[in-house]
């Protein structure tokens, strides 16, 4: 005997195909391909279920072509950022900051293209390069607001960050910020080749602060976890220092 679905069995169905076409987490929208992928699905969607939809259909359409093509904006901004860059980061290499920040000849600077092109990955790194020019050049404020608008989803670029926000606040004489940071740039994604550099000065903030013993803890970590470091024998002499110091 074939059994009748129940109301809240269809209900359920119902919620599960509408949940497949307008997912709750977007985790889709980074992708344009995807999403016109999505976009597909949602007109076939529409189309077998119409009087459900009903008056919703067309805002919905709109909005999701609405970010395809927003998303397709953004990619070919990235990559006109990223040729725009090539002349600054190599101004940047070069020693030569002013050039990198303000551009010259043909090209832009780092900051004309972190503010034309806001919101772009191009545009992301173009902070990072901003403040280490900044902070080279003694702009201590320009630089802190420069690398709080970096972010990256890659680890080791973003412990580098940490680091950079450590070594302005170290030149503002903010040791308890800069040790916040040194802490954070040495925990994440630890590694024998940048890790050292982070604890050496994660132990120079603390001892501004008088805490030999931290200092000296840090500074063992190197010379015990990370013995083949390059950093290792300096770091040796630095513990024996804050061990000395907190007697």
């Known amino acids: ?19 497949d076409i307008f997912p ?19 007109e076939e969607f529409l189309e077998k279920n119409r009087n459900l939809v009903g008056g919703i259909a067309a ?5 999701v072509a609405g ?26 290499e070069a020693d030569s900051l002013k050039k990198a920040l303000q551009g010259g000849g043909t090209g832009q600077g780092l900051e004309a293209i972190a503010d034309e092109y806001s919101g772009t990955d191009a545009a992301n790194l173009a902070e990072f390069y901003i403040a280490v020019a900044q902070l080279k050049q003694g702009k201590l404020d320009e630089a802190l607001e420069a690398i709080g608008k970096f972010s990256s989803k890659d680890d080791l670029l973003q412990a580098r960050a940490y680091c950079i926000t450590g070594d302005i606040y170290m030149e503002k004489g903010s040791f308890s910020e800069a040790e916040a940071n040194y802490k954070k740039a040495a925990d994440l994604a630890p590694n024998k080749y940048l890790t050292p550099n982070y604890l050496l000065k994660l132990g120079l903030a603390q001892e501004k602060q008088n805490n030999f013993a931290g200092a000296a803890q840090t500074y063992a970590t ?13 770091a040796k002499k630095y513990q024996a220092r804050a061990e000395q110091m907190a007697q």
Do not use: C, H, I
């Open 1 to 19: 005997m074939k059994l009748e679905k129940t109301p809240n069995e269809e209900v359920n169905k119902q919620a599960s195909t509408e949940n």
């Open 24 to 42: 709750t987490e977007p985790t889709f929208m980074e992708n344009p391909e995807v999403l016109s992928e999505r976009f597909e699905k949602t």
């Open 59 to 63: 805002g919905v359409l709109v909005v």
């Open 67 to 92: 970010l395809f093509f927003f998303y397709n904006y953004k990619k070919t901004q990235n990559e006109e950022a990223q040729k725009e860059m090539f002349q600054a980061v190599y101004a940047f």
């Open 222 to 234: 190197v010379t015990t976890k990370y013995f083949d470091a390059a950093e290792a024998a300096e």
